[in-house]
């Protein structure tokens, strides 16, 4: 009982912080979507000439034409047996042309998603997926991700405290070279995408109401614009808006693409008027290519002459969605339109031979595969100094205007420190009240380490998205990011502690001394620095908000246990020793004893009653130790914890599937001819072999015949031959 009553404090302190946890999921911070998520996704890629050099506007500033053109190409996903579970891809080959609109159609699941991060070179890499076929860029085969890329995901993530002018004109300072007018350039961006009324409204989170779903959207393709990059990808960029900020979102891509601008981008079920802004279609069902050329009547027309018309007044879109999807409404129906999608796939197959002899040629500038070695991949182009003066300001905005974040942490300040006063109040210098102080010193420095933590994991995942995209644009280095995070954030992160302090103090009559006060206070602010450098490192490494606001607590409640006030560092046992020296709640809890307990004096009622703090202090082991020992110690955890950040999001970069090496077309097609087989076939055995690898024998016949062509008439890259 009474070793309950001693602990009690304590535990109610950390119940509390676990109940403010679960209740209010975002209370400490606010922030859960303050880094507002709009669905869209837009991926834009950028070209490298053969010199290096940003291969992004002419001269004139015209957008440089790029045409994208792939073949076979093929997604597999195999399980642990390294057997095929799941094609993803199945042989889609297309091109996308400068100053077209090309849209990705079909069901969901069908690779769309899929398709577009391959022809980006962002497909998330993984070791259960092949990826194999041939990309080339005006002309030329690419084979890994590492070309110059801008890339935001199917999340697409601001900050949502800042205005859509003040969004576009950081990411212009950071990403635009120093001669160009950045005011200007924003303002005509602003324009361009008709963002111009919205462009001094915050981006707007749930909390706080900003821009609508389209702006947002429209918002995120200006960002990806900065660069100027002349491919444009985006993955549903309609889902989630309504019919008239879709139909805004696609007159915007429609008028990039007249621009100059190739333009991909996927769809679900468009209506009529949508469809008509496309140039060209492809429609995907199930991993295979179902149709691919120009959209409009001519797609109409060859599904009229494959025998399924169109009937008249009826969206095509929603035509072309019935023909391709299952119906799985009965056995009997599912039956029938799976064999129905099956033909409609092999004729298409065969015709699109005919049009791949087309592509042929393609590749065949010297078979060269673009290495990453000559594409280098993006540097920051300012200074740290600058990038740190930049990211600063974005920062302090975010941080300073989210009001109802704020408020709330500040009124979780004052509650619990009145909470914890009330219990505590007007403690004497009876023996009890040893008991009492520390637990009230071990509460408030639970209270704090867990306000931190918890604000610091509810956010960073997200932010950590974004900075992640904006690092792989090169946007800026780790360091002035880190470092302006702190910086920024550090006034109020220490602004609650300390109304935490201000309250408590007085109420409970700790040292009444005012600088024993600013010590107090001084303590818990570095902890909730610590706890917060904590929370950077668990957001870093945890997929998402749910996962690190798992996590963060779990460790923490090691650190709270190993906290110095419920097991005594001496009797534990030698394989845990190094977590006290290690917990963040012990070194601020061995602080602020220091602090309260040196000089004072206590009623002396027994003979073996405790008469000084001092004594005190012995008894938990703190006597031989400083004040200043103690804060260095939490001082080095907290940059223990900002190194580890540092360390992961320089390690977790994302990485992207490279394409399997494979021989080049015009290989291809003389072999295809060698063995009777057609390009596919051939191609798909190739993939197939070196996919399971067990079929090694049946490579070794191919790829002979392979090797028995010319080698002058076939330029086979080294991957190619090295694959034979
Ligand atoms: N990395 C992956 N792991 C498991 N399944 C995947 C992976 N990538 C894609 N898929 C599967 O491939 C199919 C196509 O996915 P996706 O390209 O996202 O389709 P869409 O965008 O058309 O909805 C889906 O069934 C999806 O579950
Ligand atoms: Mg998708």
């Given at each position: ?39 869209s996704k837009a991926i834009i890629t950028e070209l490298e000439d053969e010199t290096g050099d940003l291969e992004v506007e002419n001269e004139d500033g015209s ?662």
């Amino acid at each position: 009982m009474d070793q309950l009553v001693r602990h009690a404090p304590a535990v109610l302190a950390a119940g509390l912080a676990v109940v403010t946890l679960r209740a209010f999921p975002f209370s400490w911070t606010g922030d859960d979507d303050s880094l507002q998520t709009a669905p869209s996704k837009a991926i834009i890629t950028e070209l490298e000439d053969e010199t290096g050099d940003l291969e992004v506007e002419n001269e004139d500033g015209s957008v440089k034409p790029v045409h994208v053109q792939w073949r076979h190409i093929s997604c597999v996903l195999m399980d642990k047996s390294e057997n095929v579970k799941k094609q993803v891809l199945k042989g889609i080959s297309g091109e996308a042309k400068p100053g077209r609109l090309l849209a990705i159609m079909g069901p969901s699941g069908s690779g769309k998603t899929s398709l577009i991060n391959v022809l980006a070179g962002q497909l998330p890499a993984s070791n259960r997926m092949r990826l194999t076929g041939h990309l080339f860029i005006n002309g030329l085969p690419v084979r890994n991700a590492k070309r110059t890329v801008a890339y935001v995901r199917q999340e697409d993530l601001f900050f949502s405290q800042l205005t859509v002018r003040e969004t576009l004109a950081l990411a212009a300072e950071l990403q635009l070279p120093k001669n160009v007018d950045k005011e200007k350039y924003v303002d005509d961006l602003l324009k361009r995408l008709g963002l111009a009324g919205c462009a001094d409204t915050i981006v707007g989170d749930k909390k706080v109401r900003g821009i609508s779903g389209g702006e947002k959207k429209r918002l995120s393709i200006a960002c990806e614009l900065i660069a100027s990059p002349s491919i444009i990808f985006a993955d549903e960029p309609t889902t989630g808006l309504d019919a008239f900020q879709a139909e805004q979102v696609m007159e915007t891509l429609r008028q990039l693409a007249l621009d100059g601008h190739t333009v991909i981008c996927s769809i679900h079920q468009p209506r009529g008027s949508i469809y008509a802004k496309f140039d060209d279609l492809i429609l995907l069902s199930n991993g295979s290519l179902v149709y691919m050329g120009p959209a409009g009547e001519k797609a109409l027309k060859y599904f009229e002459h494959i025998g399924y018309k169109c009937p008249e007044h009826e969206n095509p879109a929603e035509f072309f969605a019935d023909l391709i999807s299952i119906d799985y409404s009965s056995p009997e129906r599912e039956e029938i339109t799976h064999k129905k999608l099956e033909q409609v796939v092999k004729i298409f197959k065969s015709q699109m031979a005919e049009a791949l002899n087309g592509l042929e040629g393609i590749g065949d500038t010297g078979g060269v595969i673009v290495k990453s070695s000559s594409l280098k991949p993006n540097r920051p182009r300012i200074g740290w100094w600058k990038q740190f003066r930049i990211l600063l300001r974005r920062a302090w905005l975010q941080a300073t205007r989210d009001g109802p974040t704020n408020k709330v942490r500040g009124m979780m300040s004052v509650s619990s420190a009145l909470i914890f006063g009330s219990i505590f109040w007007r403690m004497g210098l009876l023996q009890t009240s040893i008991q009492d102080r520390l637990g009230l010193l071990q509460v408030a420095a639970v209270n704090t380490a867990m306000a931190a933590l918890t604000k610091t994991v509810n956010v960073f995942p997200k932010e950590r998205t974004i900075i992640q995209q904006e690092r792989t644009k090169g946007s800026y280095d780790l360091v002035p990011y880190l470092l302006s995070k702190l910086v920024a954030e550090a006034p109020i992160s220490a602004a609650f502690p300390l109304a935490f302090g201000c309250l408590v103090y007085p109420m409970t009559r700790l040292h009444p001394s005012l600088s024993r006060f600013l010590r107090f206070s001084g303590i818990i602010t570095v902890e909730s620095f610590a706890a917060s450098a904590m929370g950077l490192t668990v957001g870093s490494i945890a997929p998402s908000v749910e996962a690190a606001s798992a996590l963060g607590p779990s460790i923490m409640t090691v650190f709270i246990v190993f906290g110095g006030y419920y097991v005594n560092e001496q009797n534990t046992p030698i394989i845990f020793r190094w977590l006290p020296k290690v917990s963040m709640i012990r070194w601020a809890f061995q602080a602020l004893c220091i602090n309260e307990f040196r000089g004072l004096k206590f009623i002396k009622e027994k003979s073996f009653d405790v008469k000084t703090g001092e004594e005190a202090l012995d008894r938990l082991s703190f006597g031989n130790t400083t004040l200043r020992e103690a804060i260095v110690q939490e001082g080095r955890i907290a940059l223990f914890w900002y190194y580890l950040t540092y360390f992961f999001l320089k390690r977790n970069k994302p990485k992207y599937q490279e394409f399997e090496a494979l021989p080049q077309p015009s290989a291809l097609a003389q072999c295809s001819r060698a063995t009777g087989m057609s390009e596919e076939e051939f191609t798909d055995g190739i993939a197939k072999a070196i996919n399971s690898r067990a079929e090694e024998d049946e490579v070794r016949e191919r790829t002979s015949t392979l090797a028995s062509v010319k080698e002058d008439e076939v330029e086979l890259s080294d991957e190619g031959k090295n694959a034979l």
